[in-house]
């Protein structure tokens, strides 16, 4: 059981900072959109093709978490899935996956969303980062 412990951690440890990554692709292309660097047709071919990996790595890493019955971090990551399953199924009508729409990304409510949606992703998925080292080094040396 500490081995399948100690693999679970290491493997979230890992899906972190894959999700730290697909976080922080978000922000800088929100900022690119706001500064008229990227326009809205570029941003969502760039983002909307990241939206289901995203979600279906958090939830592998969430399976593991409940085949191990590690509660903890199960509990930690249920709003997040709940939040993701609201938000892809409310998305606008649009032909491919996705959440990006580009009529409706330049509104500037929607803009300020996206850019706050991914500042508290990056930092949900930091505090998940170390959280998951602690379990895993705890794990490691018990």
């Known amino acids: 059981m500490a081995a399948f412990e100690v693999s679970t951690f290491i ?9 730290i990554f697909f976080a922080v692709w978000n922000i800088i ?3 690119d959109l ?8 570029d941003l969502c071919n760039s983002l ?3 939206v289901l990996p995203e979600y279906g790595v958090h939830i592998f890493m969430c ?3 409940l085949v191990g019955l590690y509660w903890t971090a199960l509990i ?3 709003p997040l899935i709940a939040y993701h399953v609201h938000r892809y199924t409310n998305r606008p009508v649009m032909s491919r996956p996705g959440l990006y729409d580009p009529t409706e990304v330049m509104n500037g409510n929607e803009m300020s969303r996206c850019q706050k949606e991914g500042w508290v ?6 505090i998940s980062f170390f959280f998951y080292l602690y379990r895993m080094m705890s794990a490691i040396l018990a």
């Open 11 to 19: 493997l979230a440890v890992l899906i972190s900072v894959a999700l």
């Open 29 to 31: 292309a929100f900022d």
């Open 34 to 41: 706001k500064t008229d660097y990227k326009n809205p047709v």
């Open 48 to 50: 909307n093709p990241l």
């Open 63 to 65: 399976l593991f978490f």
């Open 76 to 78: 930690w990551n249920i």
């Open 121 to 126: 992703k990056l930092a949900y998925y930091l």
